[in-house]
T-cell receptor, first 112, second 115 residues
């Protein structure tokens, strides 16, 4: 089954403790992206990647890192999480830009 | 110029009624306009999309109307059903340039269809 898999689904952590949210897709998609969803603010892009070893900042990249060492994986790294990074995070991928974007099921992160 | 403004923020419709959600954009270079549907606890999923060479696209009960001169597009849900209750996001992107393909999302509309 074609899918984007994120882990974990729920995560509670404390300020300053480094964490990684994994994202993997099995559709051989070149384009991958991370979004955060906050009430009243919609979906805001954090980082995106057009292909392996190519990443770029989205609208809200501060406090986040990403890497794209393999085509299928695009982890999101929070080196020193802060409470304002409490949010619902989505990973997404597509074969070609301006075509259907496939989203993962989301990761609900709480930073205390 | 990169914003997509969506309204209303929330919408309550009776079963069988028509739901209408509107979006407006500034960047005339945008050339792809999708709508995504999100149910609670799920990721958004593509519902329907339009490109600016047509003024309307229909798929079942869902229709996108596109007005290029006004820089507006809207989603119409005919014969709305309780199962349509979800959050809807409009989006826009362009096919060229440094940010090609990056979707700019509206802030979402929470639709509730009452039985």
């Amino acid at each position: 089954e074609a899918q984007v898999t994120q882990n974990p689904r729920y995560l509670i952590t404390v300020t300053g403790k480094k964490l990684t949210v994994t994202c993997s897709q099995n559709m051989n998609h070149e384009y991958m992206s991370w979004y955060r969803q906050d009430p009243g603010l919609g979906l805001r892009q954090i980082y995106y990647s057009m292909n392996v070893e190519v990443t770029d900042k989205g609208d809200v990249p501060e406090g986040y890192k990403v890497s794209r060492k393999e085509k299928r994986n695009f982890p999101l790294i929070l080196e020193s999480p802060s409470p304002n990074q409490t949010s619902l995070y989505f990973c997404a991928s597509t074969a070609h830009t301006n075509e259907k974007l496939f989203f993962g099921s989301g990761t609900q992160l709480s930073v205390l | 110029q990169q914003q997509v403004k969506q309204s209303p923020q929330s919408l309550i419709v009776q079963k069988g009624g028509i739901s209408i959600i509107n979006c407006a954009y500034e960047n005339t270079a945008f050339d792809y306009f999708p709508w995504y549907q999100q149910f609670p606890g799920k990721g958004p999923a593509l519902l329907i999309a339009i490109r600016p060479d047509v003024s309307e696209k229909k798929e079942g009960r869902f229709t996108i109307s596109f007005n290029k001169s006004a820089k507006q597009f809207s989603l119409h849900i005919m014969d709305s059903q309780p199962g349509d209750s979800a959050t809807y996001f409009c989006a826009a992107s362009l096919s060229y340039g440094g940010s090609q393909g990056n979707l700019i999302f509206g802030k979402g509309t929470k639709l509730s269809v009452k039985p």
